[in-house]
């Protein structure tokens, strides 16, 4: 059974920066394409990043793009989330996914088959 153990979140003023990581373990990480998403109170999840398993590919939601960086250490099971210019909207629970068996990019949620706890993420202004 594959574990998601997500980290690095917490309180920030807008413009500044967070890292989030996402620590894996019992499953083979170098096959997993990795995702995070967020959701904020009374909203949906909501897709930010994934990167894919051969680490040649990335993807962002529009709302983030040129401020997050998805990266991934595989030798470290571990996949990061670089946050820069935080705003108050990005103010979200963001959960970290890994999607099984080589497979490409998604931004569904429902097609990533492990899930973290979460991290909570508060940007003030």
């Known amino acids: 059974q594959v574990q998601l153990v997500e980290s690095g979140g917490g309180l920030v003023q807008a413009g500044g920066s967070l890292r989030l990581s996402c620590a894996a373990s019992?499953?083979?990480?170098?096959?997993?394409?990795m995702g995070w998403f967020r959701q904020a109170p009374g909203k949906d999840r909501e897709f930010v990043a994934a990167i894919k398993w051969s680490r040649g590919r990335t993807d962002y939601a529009d709302s983030v793009k040129g401020r997050f960086t998805i990266s991934r250490d595989n030798a470290k099971n571990t996949v990061y989330l670089q946050m820069n210019s935080l705003k108050p909207e990005d103010t979200a629970v963001y959960s970290c996914?890994?999607?099984?068996?080589?497979?490409?990019?998604?931004?569904?949620?429902?097609?990533?088959?492990?899930w973290g706890q979460g991290t909570q993420v508060t940007v003030s202004s």
């Open positions: 996914a890994a999607r099984r068996f080589y497979s490409d990019i998604s931004i569904r949620p429902y097609e990533y088959t492990y």
């Open positions: 019992g499953g083979t990480f170098s096959s997993y394409t």
